[in-house]
């Protein structure tokens, strides 16, 4: 029997030749990381009422590509006279896309009526996102008042992608850290691999992770284009997890949130990513809205380049 070292002595090479040899295995191109553009959620100036084309500007004028806007105010909009083609006009004339908006139809629920109406209202909502050249809207757990068949939501979460590629506006799996049915990112990654769809994404935010009790770890798990949007904020260390809400969210690098990590995370999944300042803060509604989307804008940046 042939040793190796025989063989090697045999072929006229040395061990190391056989490592520079042709057949040698070549190491694995990088994957090459995600791309950040930066978003303002209109939550995060909402106390100040500056109105859906206050906010368009005020995104252009503190440096933003991207606003997410809410269903509701577009609503409003449309009802006081104007048309969705003026607000797209005014989005394109200012340089800003609509990233997503937010909206709560209840197309998620077990009862059958109920459903039927929320995904009646989730196509007239689509409708008009599409008409204002928004491409993506938020889908929450929105009415669901009882614990959940992830299957049979996962069932209905692959309905509404139907629905998305129908009017051109794809639904944003959300979960609420506060929400007692529908809080986890484990529950929301169920529910899309259930869907078993290509185009199905989901749409985490840096206070529902902890608040929720997800923690980070779990987006470590994730790659490609699963994620298109990322909420930022931060939570401060002072309040209980279980009493935090809303309004107590922080601008990012203010709180205690693990910002280095996440940012690395979101970069190892490669695709491109939408990064929206998500705020409920009274004292910054108290402040300037363009100081507060300036000051947001300039600590995502800096997280990201910390990171």
């Given at each position: 029997?042939?040793?190796?070292?025989?063989?090697?002595?045999?072929?006229?090479?040395?061990?190391?030749?056989?490592?520079?040899?042709?057949?040698?295995?070549?190491?694995?191109?990088?994957?090459?990381?995600?791309?950040?553009?930066?978003?303002?959620?209109?939550?995060?100036?909402?106390?100040?009422?500056?109105?859906?084309?206050?906010?368009?500007?005020?995104?252009?004028?503190?440096?933003?590509?991207?606003?997410?806007?809410?269903?509701?105010?577009?609503?409003?909009?449309?009802?006081?006279?104007?048309?969705?083609?003026?607000?797209?006009?005014?989005?394109?004339?200012?340089?800003?896309?609509?990233?997503?908006?937010?909206?709560?139809?209840?197309?998620?629920?077990?009862?059958?009526?109920?459903?039927?109406?929320?995904?009646?209202?989730?196509?007239?909502?689509?409708?008009?996102?599409?008409?204002?050249?928004?491409?993506?809207?938020?889908?929450?757990?929105?009415?669901?008042?009882?614990?959940?068949?992830?299957?049979?939501?996962?069932?209905?979460?692959?309905?509404?992608?139907?629905?998305?590629?129908?009017?051109?506006?794809?639904?944003?799996?959300?979960?609420?850290?506060?929400?007692?049915?529908?809080?986890?990112?484990?529950?929301?990654?169920?529910?899309?691999?259930?869907?078993?769809?290509?185009?199905?994404?989901?749409?985490?935010?840096?206070?529902?992770?902890f608040r929720g009790g997800s923690g980070y770890e779990g987006l470590k798990m994730l790659s490609g284009d699963l994620i298109e949007?990322?909420?930022?904020?931060?939570?401060?260390?002072?309040?209980?997890?279980?009493?935090?809400?809303?309004?107590?969210?922080?601008?990012?690098?203010?709180?205690?949130?693990?910002?280095?990590?996440?940012?690395?995370?979101?970069?190892?999944?490669?695709?491109?990513?939408?990064?929206?300042?998500?705020?409920?803060?009274?004292?910054?509604?108290?402040?300037?809205?363009?100081?507060?989307?300036?000051?947001?804008?300039?600590?995502?940046?800096?997280?990201?380049?910390?990171?």
């Open positions: 029997m042939i040793s190796r070292r025989n063989l090697i002595k045999t072929l006229g090479l040395s061990s190391g030749a056989l490592l520079t040899a042709p057949f040698a295995v070549k190491a694995s191109p990088r994957k090459e990381e995600s791309k950040f553009t930066y978003c303002l959620n209109t939550s995060t100036i909402m106390g100040q009422n500056p109105g859906i084309e206050g906010y368009i500007e005020i995104a252009a004028r503190a440096g933003y590509t991207g606003v997410e806007l809410w269903v509701r105010d577009i609503e409003e909009y449309i009802k006081s006279g104007k048309s969705a083609a003026i607000l797209k006009s005014k989005l394109n004339d200012a340089g800003i896309r609509c990233e997503n908006a937010i909206g709560f139809a209840p197309w998620m629920v077990d009862d059958a009526q109920k459903r039927k109406e929320g995904f009646s209202q989730m196509e007239k909502e689509m409708e008009l996102l599409a008409s204002i050249g928004c491409v993506r809207v938020a889908a929450p757990a929105a009415g669901v008042d009882a614990p959940l068949d992830l299957f049979k939501a996962g069932e209905r979460y692959a309905q509404l992608l139907d629905l998305g590629r129908k009017t051109g506006v794809m639904p944003q799996l959300e979960f609420w850290g506060a929400f007692p049915h529908f809080h986890h990112l484990g529950q929301t990654l169920m529910v899309a691999a259930v869907a078993d769809d290509p185009d199905a994404r989901i749409l985490p935010d840096v206070y529902h992770l949007v990322f909420h930022m904020n931060d939570f401060v260390s002072d309040i209980p997890r279980e009493k935090q809400e809303d309004k107590d969210r922080v601008y990012p690098g203010d709180g205690a949130a693990p910002m280095k990590e996440i940012i690395q995370t979101l970069k190892r999944m490669g695709g491109e990513k939408v990064l929206s300042l998500e705020l409920f803060n009274r004292e910054y509604w108290e402040k300037d809205a363009l100081e507060v989307a300036k000051t947001g804008l300039e600590k995502m940046k800096r997280v990201v380049k910390e990171a």
